[in-house]
């Protein structure tokens, strides 16, 4: 009785605990064991006692507590005991202050937060888990006991406040939050939150991280909304805390408007977050991004991204490297690592959504694709299209397609690029494969930036990765060289030469795969080849016993090429060898060459006398290969200025200097022995008050010596060296380099020959031509030649003197080319068939050139463009009479100073021998100094050079016209414009670089600092030339009927005036917007106002400010509005007027503020204006539209609506009706404008007017169904009856446009009937398109279709219908479905087989 009454006091429910104890009959526990228990549980409290009794033994220390039943059982257990205990509710608050004295033990704690163990007696049945929660969770799960242990959970988190967790240390904090995480129930969620939420306010970080990343799995869902705002606030607060919002916020159920808002939240501390925490930021951002708002949320991310704070470490590495310690170094070091590695985490990001989420591949491009501004663009936007190109191949096509066209606007310019190589190349590497395709794609462009651009790839890909990269990139490289290709070839060329002269040990590393080009080298013209070896020189004797291989296969090469009977061969194995002798014969460093043995000394001797005699002797009986070897040995000598080691030279110069002389120098004499064509004459002497020792230029004899040469056996010459006038400008050219490297660049020695005398012949050819035999004026006009060239050359050497004497000299010379050009062009002219003495010799084939060029001259001097230069001017003018060739740009293939030359007149000289070019000598840049003098405009040059009087000589207007129009070819050479279209494969094969060799062994950014210079004399000129044409104007408005103009005077004035506007559309130099602006009141021809009007969009910004797109549009209007006639009283007219026309109308379409009123004014005013005139009348509002001019006015128009109404956004089921309306109205004015303009064709009705109409009314159309309709869908309803108009509106249109399908077809024109089927198809599709629309809109009933028939143009019926298979077109009309159910509405053609046999309805 005492034990069942103590037993009972103790607790009740000791006997369920008790009959649950486990009987068995064989027990291993010992009685003393026994005892000690039962004294134990005598000692226990009723925390403890309902713990065992449940099933939980409590552990002390580093043990478990164990847990003998499942978890469910112990709940219910527990649950029960408590709810049936006698002093119950009373006892939950005692088993609580047991559990809080309990865990107030650390270790106590832990095990309590720690999961318990299982254990089973033996003979137990009952199964446990081997995984069972904390006893904390599981008390947690029980009702009546969660809302005191959460209380007190939270109550002992403060105690950990500043705890300091180590590596093996038990974080209190995070084991408490855990315990809330996926409880079955919570009774007062909305408190917890709360109360965790006040925690995160007031505690440490760590805390505050392990409370917020636990939330997703504590929280409801009804409380998720709320919890995310309350986050998102957080988020902005503050930045220790970004990556654990972002974690829980990702984890969180949200609707979209709130996912918006907090995806916004992110987005706005994306500049200013650390680097570590950027990836998760982008992660969260990219993550929930839809469809929708795409686009729009990466262009604001795209914004926000900034790679620049990520270079920061390493730019503070780079600066402070000589003043940091080991240890500083290596912090910094770590910095560094930490900071590329944050960057590649930030990409392998947005990698992974770009792989596996479609809507952020597309979204990133058009994002990027859309922006606009230059600035805008950064090295985040390159590395990401470089990402997407090697991550998705469905995207690659529209990733080069971007890059291709921000490349061309310079959105992209090399220096991002290799900022993007230099900064990011740990991130860049991994995407090798795209940037080699790329750029082997971008070498093979038309366009000239892209090019550039992937020649930069190239070399930044070699200088940034490592040695298999480097592999790939000089094997592409080669082939590149070996393809044939001249653009690729060049450039290929120019990324070699760059990476051998700068990572000259790498390179040679890879010479192997460089030598292999020479296999290639027929495919190479001759300045490739200079290129080609200087590679391998350098190679070769920059690494002296590693390139010993490489020198001895050049030799070979040489050594067959100069062996050679081909001439070609002969060539190319000269050029070699004097790159070759450039290479061995420059000057050694001092520091060299104080360790140079003797032996290797002699070595490089040895192999400079070897050359030099091969070369020599191959060369001594062929003046044209003699001459070639002189200008390779100038131009070695110009480029090399100041490296060469000229002793080695010595020997080779003595004997020029000594050979020049006797070979073309002679004493002046009144007479001349011997028998010549013509009489000798002394000619062009500066220096006649010296009368002793005048010298003169033996140039009639040598050139009668030559001519007669050619038809006599010339056996008598066979054992002396050959002496020709071909070689007396290289000759001379060689020996002024080779006397100023001597001197330091004086030239006194030589200076005679300035102004010495020409050994010529009376030039007063002026009726004496025609009395002349043909080998007589051939004479002649060689010997013109050979003079104007040896002038050149004398221009060329003393251009940059400074004496005084001198300069005035040099303008003299200048002159007097003027006027032997004139007199050429007059002897030219009488002399059909004539093949002039070659000037250059480095061409591919110098027997070729001639033939191809002789003829051009020839049909140019009577005005017309036949078939001699067709292969120049043939492509332009077809594409200029037949108006139906594809594309919305004219022609480019021709250069402007091409079309110039070729529209030119006959009176100025230049134009007649522009076809001559190739066999003058090439003028150096250096002689442009020259337009620091002043225009002389009416007076002619003082032929008495008085210097003790010191007169002033200026330049005449003929000598700044030769000037400017050679200063122009050369930066239309070099400095291509990167709008300009390059033809990649040219119809002729030729040496684009003739007449430009010197020029090409510069870099565009030499020959344009070279002309930067010359800008203010440029400028000059520039104001002198509208003060003349100003002055003129003013003659013409001050009364005078007929005001007298020197006709000559003012051609020349006028192509002054373009060639300096050519000037500087080329330089692209010239900074003030408005200072060219100013002249537009002067433009003296249409041709010059097309040019004024590009160099001025050249120059504007990109993108152009609104105020310059106003100030363009109105300036092409205004040239557009003005009647352009020549001094002669004819109209401007032409392929060239033409040309221009088309850009102009073009530029004042694309920069005027509203398109389709423009479009409107032209068509509604201008062309009814040119109806009512007479047949060979003009518009006058718009001069420039006439009858011949209006397919380039229609075809303009109809291009640029079509542009335009591509513009207009589609509509959207979210728009307003005032935007709806708004559209509604855009919509409507194209419409009408569309229909004013296929109107036009009954009256303007020539075939390539109505290939024009058929072509881009299919593309309205096909805009219409795409952009305009999903508007009509949405705007039906609230908009009828402006619907009803539109449509009516455009019905009009498409049925003239069947119309003109059955004209075509009558007509039997294959250029028209190509468009019908494509057209008809899209007519078919407008017609059901509209029904759709009216069954989406629930009026169907108010659509019908009848029969169309064909008629013509006119709208005649074609007659012959009956008798053809059927070809007629079905009509489909819609109108307001409740008033007007049958009666007229909306109707279109479409073909019958559509609409199925039986189809209802009858044509109006």
Same mark, same amino acid.
């Given at each position: ?306 790679l620049s704070s990520c270079v920061l470490p390493l730019q503070i590495l780079g600066s402070q490297k000589k003043l940091k310690s080991q240890v500083q170094a290596s912090s910094s070091m770590s910095q560094v690592t930490t900071s590329q590695n944050c960057v590649k985490l930030l990409f392998d990001v947005i990698k992974l959504a770009v792989r596996f989420q479609k809507d952020v591949c597309g ?269 390779? $040995?100038?131009? @070695?000598?110009?480029?090399? %200025? ?8 010595? #020997? /080779?110069?003595? =004997? +020029? ?102 050994? $010529?012949?009376? @030039?007063?050819?002026?009726? %004496? ?8 004026? #051939? /004479?002649?006009? =060689? +010997? ?120 030119? #007149?006959?009176?100025?000289? +230049? ?494």
């Amino acid at each position: 009785m005492f034990s069942k009454r103590k037993l009972s006091k103790a607790d009740a429910s000791g006997e369920i605990c008790k009959s649950d104890l486990p009987k068995t009959k064989k027990s291993r526990i010992s009685d003393k064991e026994k005892a000690s228990a039962y004294s134990g549980v005598e000692n226990e409290g009723v925390f403890e006692g309902l713990l065992r009794t449940s099933g939980i033994v409590l552990k002390a220390g580093e043990g478990q507590n164990e847990i003998a039943v499942d978890q469910i059982t112990f709940q219910k257990k527990l649950c029960l005991a408590l709810e049936k205990h006698p002093t119950y509710p009373d006892v939950v608050k005692q088993f609580v202050s047991g559990l809080e004295s309990h865990i107030k033990d650390r270790n106590q704690f832990k095990n309590c937060l720690l999961p318990c163990a299982p254990v089973r007696t033996e003979g137990s049945r009952a199964l446990v888990h081997s995984y069972c929660e904390s006893l904390i969770k599981l008390l947690l799960g029980i009702k009546i006991l969660q809302p005191a242990v959460v209380t007190l959970l939270l109550e002992k988190i403060p105690e950990f406040f500043f705890d300091i967790v180590g590596t093996f240390g038990t974080n209190f904090p995070r084991l408490i939050v855990n315990q809330f995480k996926w409880l079955d129930k919570l009774l007062d969620s909305q408190d917890l939150v709360k109360k965790l939420m006040q925690m995160v306010s007031v505690s440490p970080v760590p805390i505050q991280h392990d409370i917020i990343t636990s939330l997703p799995e504590i929280l409801e869902d009804s409380q998720q909304s709320e919890v995310a705002r309350e986050l998102s606030c957080l988020l902005k607060q503050g930045r220790r805390l970004t990556v654990p919002i972002l974690d829980a916020l990702s984890r969180l159920d949200l609707d979209g408007d709130l996912q918006a808002e907090v995806r916004q939240s992110a987005m706005t501390i994306v500049p200013s977050v650390k680097l570590e925490d950027l990836p998760v930021v982008v992660k969260f951002i990219l993550h929930n991004v839809n469809a929708a708002d795409a686009v729009e949320v990466i262009s604001d991310l795209r914004k926000s991204l900034d790679l620049s704070s990520c270079v920061l470490p390493l730019q503070i590495l780079g600066s402070q490297k000589k003043l940091k310690s080991q240890v500083q170094a290596s912090s910094s070091m770590s910095q560094v690592t930490t900071s590329q590695n944050c960057v590649k985490l930030l990409f392998d990001v947005i990698k992974l959504a770009v792989r596996f989420q479609k809507d952020v591949c597309g979204a990133w491009i058009k994002a990027i694709e859309n922006s606009t501004s230059v600035s805008d663009h950064k090295v985040l936007d390159l590395i990401v299209l470089l990402l997407i190109h090697s991550t998705n191949t469905k995207s690659r096509k529209q990733t080069e397609k971007v890059l291709s066209s921000k490349i061309r606007l310079g959105c992209l310019p090399e220096q991002l690029m290799q900022n993007a190589f230099q900064n990011h190349s740990t991130v860049i590497k991994d995407y090798f494969p795209s940037i080699l395709a790329l750029a082997q794609m971008f070498l093979h462009s038309a366009y000239p930036a892209v090019v550039s651009f992937g020649s930069c790839m190239y070399k930044q890909a070699f200088a940034a990765f490592d040695s298999y990269s480097q592999q790939e990139v000089v094997t592409a490289l080669v082939t590149h060289v070996c393809s044939g290709n001249e653009t690729e070839v060049d450039i290929s060329l120019d990324v070699l030469t760059d990476l051998v002269m700068l990572h000259t040990s790498l390179l040679m590393r890879y010479a192997t795969f460089v030598k292999t080009i020479l296999d290639s080298t027929q495919k190479l013209n001759p300045c490739q080849i200079r290129k080609l070896f200087h590679i391998l020189s350098t190679l070769a004797f920059s690494q002296r016993q590693e390139g010993s291989y490489i020198q001895d296969d050049m030799h070979m090469v040489i050594r067959k090429w100069l062996s050679s009977t081909v001439p070609n061969h002969k060539q190319m194995g000269i050029i070699g060898a004097v790159t070759m002798i450039g290479s061995v014969a420059l000057k050694r460093n001092e520091g060299d060459g104080s360790l140079e043995r003797p032996e290797l000394n002699g070595e490089r001797d040895g192999q400079l006398s070897t050359l030099l005699e091969l070369v020599g002797f191959c060369c001594e009986k062929n003046p044209e290969v003699l001459a070639l070897y002189y200008d390779e $040995l100038a131009s @070695l000598i110009e480029k090399q %200025k100041g490296k060469l080691d000229l002793q080695l030279l010595e #020997e /080779f110069g003595k =004997s +020029l200097v000594e050979d020049f002389p006797s070979d073309f120098v002679v004493d002046l004499n009144p007479t001349v022995d011997g028998s010549f064509l013509f009489p000798v004459k002394s000619l062009y002497n500066l220096d006649e008050d010296e009368s002793q020792g005048a010298i003169a230029i033996n140039l009639l004899p040598l050139v009668s010596q030559s001519e007669l040469g050619k038809v006599a056996d010339g056996t008598s010459n066979q054992s002396k060296r050959v002496v020709s006038p071909l070689c007396l400008s290289p000759c001379f050219r060689l020996l002024r380099l080779y006397t100023g490297e001597q001197n330091s660049g004086s030239l006194e020695e030589i200076d005679a020959l300035l102004g010495c005398p020409l050994y $010529l012949t009376d @030039l007063e050819v002026e009726g %004496k031509l025609d009395s002349l035999s043909k080998q007589e004026r #051939e /004479f002649l006009c =060689s +010997l013109l030649f050979y003079a104007l060239n040896w002038f050149r050359e004398v221009v060329n050497a003393f251009c940059q003197q400074q004496d005084a004497e001198m300069k005035g000299k040099v303008l003299t010379r200048l002159q007097n080319i003027t006027e032997l050009q004139n007199v050429l062009g007059k002897c030219l002219a009488a002399t059909p068939g004539y093949v002039p003495p070659p000037a250059t010799f480095d061409s591919e084939g110098l027997e070729a050139v001639p033939s191809i060029n002789a003829v051009g001259p020839l049909r140019k001097r009577n005005g017309r463009k036949k078939k001699a230069d067709a292969s120049k001017v043939g492509s332009a003018d077809r594409s200029q009479a037949d108006d139906s060739s594809e594309g919305n740009q004219p022609d480019t293939e021709l250069s402007e100073l091409e079309k110039t030359a070729a529209e030119r #007149e006959t009176g100025n000289p +230049l134009a007649q021998l522009q076809s001559y070019r190739p066999y003058f000598r090439e003028l150096d840049l250096e002689v442009f100094t020259v337009l620091h003098c002043g225009l002389l405009t009416k007076s002619v040059l003082d032929t008495e050079m008085h210097t003790e009087a010191r007169e002033v000589v200026q330049l005449g207007p003929a000598e700044l016209c030769f000037l400017l129009d050679d200063l122009c070819w050369k930066l239309e050479h070099v400095l291509t414009p990167g709008s300009t279209r390059r033809v990649p494969f040219p119809k002729e094969r030729g040496y684009k670089d003739i007449g430009f060799s010197h020029l090409c062994q510069r870099s565009p950014k030499e020959v344009a600092t070279c002309v930067v210079n010359l800008l203010k004399p440029l400028c000059n000129h520039m104001e002198n030339m509208h003060n003349y044409f100003q002055a003129i104007d003013l003659q013409n408005r001050g009364g005078e009927d007929d005001p007298e103009v020197n006709i000559q005077e003012h051609q020349l004035m006028s192509s002054c005036y373009q060639q300096l506007l050519l000037t500087f559309r080329s330089l692209f130099a010239c900074e003030s917007f408005h200072y060219l602006l100013n002249f537009q009141q002067s433009v003296p021809s249409f041709h010059c106002a097309f040019i004024l009007t590009q160099l001025l969009i050249a120059i504007a910004d990109k993108p152009m400010a609104g105020w310059k797109k106003e100030k363009m549009a109105s300036l092409a209007k205004q040239f557009l509005c003005q009647s352009w006639v020549k001094p002669s009283g004819d109209q401007e007219k032409g392929s060239q007027f033409n040309s221009a026309l088309h850009t102009l109308l073009c530029v004042y379409l694309e920069h005027t503020d509203n398109i389709l009123k423009a479009i409107e004014d032209i068509s509604s005013v201008g062309v009814p204006e040119l109806i009512s005139s007479a047949k060979d009348g003009c518009s006058s509002t718009y001069p420039t539209l006439s009858r011949q001019t209006f397919p380039i006015f229609f075809r303009v128009m109809m291009a640029q609506l079509e542009r335009s109404v591509k513009s207009i956004s589609p509509g959207k089921p979210s728009d307003s009706s005032e935007v709806q309306l708004e559209k509604l109205l855009q919509w409507n004015i194209a419409v009408r404008n569309f229909h004013i303009l296929v109107n036009l064709v009954k009256v303007f009705d020539s075939r390539p007017v109505l290939n024009i109409c058929l072509k881009y009314g299919r593309l309205f159309v096909e805009a219409f169904l795409k952009l305009a309709m999903p508007l009509l869908d949405y705007s039906f309803k609230k908009h009828r009856d402006d619907v009803q108009s539109l449509l009516k509106t455009l019905q009009l249109s498409t049925r003239q446009l069947h119309h003109m399908c059955g004209h075509s077809k009558i007509r039997q024109d294959i250029g028209l009937t190509n468009h019908v089927p494509l057209l008809k198809k899209s007519l078919e599709q407008f017609v059901y398109r509209v029904k759709a629309m009216l069954a989406f809109n629930h009026c169907q009933e108010a659509f019908w279709m009848g029969i169309l028939k064909n008629r013509d143009l006119q709208g005649e019926e074609i007659m012959t219908q009956a008798s053809e298979e059927k070809d007629s077109d079905e009509e489909g009309s819609a109108d307001s479905a409740a008033e007007e159910p049958s009666g007229s509405g909306t109707e279109d053609s479409a073909e019958e087989a559509a609409a199925g046999p039986g189809s209802p309805g009858a044509e109006p």
